[in-house]
């Protein structure tokens, strides 16, 4: 079935310091491909989404490409902010939904 | 505003006991899912609805039940409680079940089961 692996971290960068956080997917279809952010105490957002290959999503400095190629859909930001410290979880929909396990960004000053 | 909620946020039972969390959606949107949220897994799904009276099992529907009469209601049920139910569960909803929708989520309820 549809799965998603995602780097586990948990990740930890100073201020302004440049983000990748990995995810690939297997899928059988053309799902399309999600990040979405937990702070915390809260549920899970959605922060941007790509709904067919070649697509960038982009949302609060964050960007992630689907790229079926690679199957990959790597989230980017290229200063990231104390505010940033949450939970990213990827994440894949064609029919069913299925989610990477996260991965904790801490951003300290 | 649009917005998915849970209640109650936080609950702590005891095994066996019965017990429900309700959630509520007011976008009149048509498909809702319930998840569970366990450290280094992820959200597993639970349970889903496509529409009023219609629902069917996630990945991980034992021990849990659900109903939809309402469309704008989808509460989950633990008939007999067992610790290893304790976990962080979210409510979903999103306009209909096509790859192209994203889910809404609630806050989430956190269960502990003594």
């Known amino acids: 079935g549809d799965s998603v692996t995602q780097m586990e971290g948990p990740v930890t960068l100073s201020e302004e310091a440049f983000l990748t956080i990995n995810c690939t997917y297997t899928?059988?279809?053309?799902?399309?491909l999600f990040w979405y952010v937990q702070y915390p105490g809260e549920g899970l957002q959605l922060l941007l989404k790509?709904?067919?290959?070649?697509d960038k999503g982009s949302n609060k400095g964050f960007e992630a490409t689907y790229r079926k190629e690679t199957t990959s859909f790597h989230l980017e930001k290229g200063s990231v902010q104390v505010s940033d410290s949450a939970v990213y979880f990827c994440?894949?929909?064609?029919?069913?939904?299925?989610f990477g396990a996260g991965t904790r960004l801490t951003v300290k000053p | 505003e649009a917005q998915v909620t849970q209640n109650p946020r936080y609950l702590i039972t005891v095994t066996g006991k019965k017990l429900t969390v309700t959630c509520s959606q007011n976008?009149?949107?048509?498909?809702m899912s319930w998840y569970r949220q366990d450290p280094g897994l992820g959200l597993r799904q639970i349970y889903y609805?496509?529409?009023?009276?219609?629902?069917d099992k996630g990945d991980v529907p034992e021990g849990y039940k659900v109903s939809r009469k309402e469309k704008r209601n989808f509460p989950l049920i633990l008939e007999s409680p067992s610790p290893n139910q304790t976990s962080l569960y979210f409510c979903?909803?999103?306009?209909?079940?096509?790859?192209?929708?994203?889910?809404?989520f609630g806050p989430g309820t956190r269960l502990t089961v003594t």
């Open positions: 994440a894949l929909r064609d029919n069913d939904m299925r």
């Open positions: 790509a709904t067919k290959a070649d």
């Open positions: 609805s496509m529409n009023v009276e219609v629902t």
């Open positions: 979903a909803s999103s306009p209909g079940l096509a790859g192209i929708y994203e889910q809404y």
């Open positions: 976008m009149n949107h048509e498909y």
């Open positions: 899928a059988t279809g053309y799902p399309s």
